[in-house]
């Protein structure tokens, strides 16, 4: 049977993506992850398109890991990871997982006091505003 899962996370601007599986057969068997076949997608196309320098693992394991810079920041995605065993003559299942990509935050003003003071004897404060 097949049973789907979905979690929602986030990831700051710029980090790396790593998306792992553990596999639990049902019912409770001795199986290895080498018997299994793996396969990651993404439904906007991300993974057909990236550039295979940014694709730091192959979309057939059981592990995906995109490089700093893959996603675009306040964009979502909805990666996918579909695990199939060819011993059961097709048992497989599914787990989705929605990842926004974080933009940084912007400054937008830094405002200081006192303005002006002695060096090592004034202590000055120093307030960044960002969006």
Same mark, same amino acid.
């Given at each position: 049977t097949s049973k789907t899962v979905t979690v929602p996370g986030f990831l700051p601007g710029g980090s790396t993506l790593r998306l792992s599986c553990v $596999?639990?057969?049902?019912?409770s068997t001795v199986l290895s992850a080498s018997q299994l076949t793996y396969s990651w997608n993404e439904s906007s196309g991300l993974l057909d398109g990236i #550039? &295979?320098? *940014?694709?730091l693992s192959d !979309? @057939?394991?059981?592990? !995906? $890991? !995109? &490089? #700093?810079? +893959? /996603?675009?920041?306040? /964009? +979502?995605? &909805?990666? +996918? /990871?579909s695990v199939t065993d060819p011993s059961? @003559?097709?048992g497989a299942g599914q787990a989705t $997982?929605?990842? *926004? &990509? /974080?933009a940084s935050p912007s400054v937008t003003s830094v405002v200081f006091s006192p303005l002006t003071g002695v $060096?090592?004897?004034t202590t000055f404060e120093f307030v960044a505003h960002a969006t």
């Amino acid at each position: 049977t097949s049973k789907t899962v979905t979690v929602p996370g986030f990831l700051p601007g710029g980090s790396t993506l790593r998306l792992s599986c553990v $596999v639990t057969p049902y019912p409770s068997t001795v199986l290895s992850a080498s018997q299994l076949t793996y396969s990651w997608n993404e439904s906007s196309g991300l993974l057909d398109g990236i #550039a &295979a320098s *940014k694709r730091l693992s192959d !979309l @057939g394991a059981p592990g !995906l $890991v !995109l &490089a #700093a810079g +893959s /996603l675009t920041p306040g /964009l +979502s995605y &909805a990666f +996918s /990871l579909s695990v199939t065993d060819p011993s059961t @003559g097709g048992g497989a299942g599914q787990a989705t $997982v929605y990842i *926004k &990509a /974080l933009a940084s935050p912007s400054v937008t003003s830094v405002v200081f006091s006192p303005l002006t003071g002695v $060096v090592m004897e004034t202590t000055f404060e120093f307030v960044a505003h960002a969006t």
